[in-house]
């Protein structure tokens, strides 16, 4: 089958991609490379391992770029798209939130759009455990209110779900939207909390813990993640003539629509995870105690019966096994690569 995938130097799409190419499928892979938290470098090292696929295509393109979407479409027919490319980050969106509008609103509409002019089959793309906002109920369903956000980054996260629901609806393209809760593992950003603070502690330096530490997230190691991805785009969402408003799930729809939580069900302390990564590298961490920052979500669980329902699979990955994965990456890979 051919995919494509955009985002696919990005850390979830690079992983994703990696495994598509495995197992035989052909990927056209997009992405701009830009250099936002400064991990060019990372990318690129992303990029060359797969590169070294036969059945793999690069194109260095934004999703912004409408004509040039258009394009990849036109040229590559591509069955199946799985959409990861975005401007990431809830703190980055408080500061320049003009680059997230560009991005991820008129991005994911031009991917849309491809889907449409083209027929693709299924359009699977990543939303954020960012629009529940406000909610307090744990754990979170994908029935819950997302009215109430906190972070323009969750206000595209969200729109991104309306519109694909809009096209699913006027055009009957199958759309599946993830709901990724903190995402981890090796190839990791080195603007998330795992790789930011595995750096200050090798280097001796403080890390930042806001919230005074009581923060609690359903941290998603990203071998679950790529193994949900990979059995929902099979899971493709069909019309449902039995549905309304007043009865239906909001996670579904009259439409070909439908909507998933990615996590473990087992939300984990902030400092029970810094323990474990302390535990892996054999090094306690100086801390800087702080007050909560704007736009963070005071905790974060997700109810994943549904995707257990429609694939079978739970993410199980502990905290323990996730942490010690990634440091033994980073030390193979980050340490020998001074540049990254």
Known sequence: MKFLVTGAAGFIGFHVTQYLLKVGHEVIGLDNLNNYCQDINLKTARLKIISNYDNFIFVKE???NREAVFEVFRSHKVQRVIHLAAQAGVRYSLKNPFIYAQTNFLGHLNILEGCRQHSVEHFLYASSSSVYGLNRKMPF???DDTTHPISMYAVTKKSNELMSHTYSYLYKIPTTGLRFFTVYGPWGRPDMALFKFT??????ESINIYHYGNSERDFTYIDDVVKSIIALQNV????????TVESGETSSSLAPYQIYNIGTSQPIK????????????????????????LGDMIATSADVSALIKATGFCPSTTVKEG???FVQWYKDFILKNKNI
């Open 323 to 325: 942490v010690g994965h």
């Open 270 to 293: 902030l400092m029970v995870y810094i323990k474990e990564l302390e535990n892996a590298l054999g090094k306690i961490a100086k801390k800087n105690m702080l007050p909560m920052q």
């Open 199 to 204: 750096k200050s502690i090798l280097c001796g």
């Open 141 to 143: 369903s994908t029935d």
């Open 236 to 243: 493709i969402p069909n019309i449902n003539h039995t549905w």
């Open 62 to 64: 934004d999703i912004a």
